[in-house]
């Protein structure tokens, strides 16, 4: 059974950082593209950035280019997602999501086949 455990979630002041990391189990970590996700209340889940195995090529949701940075740590099954310059609007829970089949990043959540139970950040004005 795959796992995956995010943590590193909180409260920030708009402008703050924070990292989040995601733990993965149960499975080879390093051959299957990667994802984080986010939902507010009210709203659908959303595409906010992706990594492949290699973790040379990233994807960003335009929402967050220049202020969130993706990057995984093969060895330790971990991949973690750095947010800076963080904004009231960046308030959600955060996933992080794996692929079993393809070395493909999407922005499409059900693409993705195993999810974390969500972090919460919260970013206030």
């Known amino acids: 059974q795959v796992q995956l455990v995010e943590s590193g979630g909180g409260l920030v002041q708009a402008g703050g950082s924070l990292r989040l990391s995601c733990a993965v189990s149960?499975?080879?970590?390093?051959?299957?593209?990667m994802g984080w996700f986010r939902q507010a209340p009210g709203k659908e889940r959303e595409f906010v950035v992706g990594?492949?195995?290699?973790?040379?090529?990233?994807y960003y949701a335009d929402s967050v280019k220049g202020r969130f940075t993706i990057s995984r740590d093969n060895a330790k099954n971990t991949v973690y997602l750095q947010m800076n310059s963080l904004k009231p609007e960046d308030t959600a829970v955060y996933f992080c999501a794996t692929r079993t089949t393809l070395d493909v990043v999407s922005a499409i959540p059900d693409d993705y086949n195993y999810w974390g139970q969500g972090t919460q950040v919260t970013v206030s004005s």
């Open positions: 990594i492949r195995w290699s973790g040379y090529s990233t």
């Open positions: 149960g499975r080879t970590f390093s051959s299957y593209a």
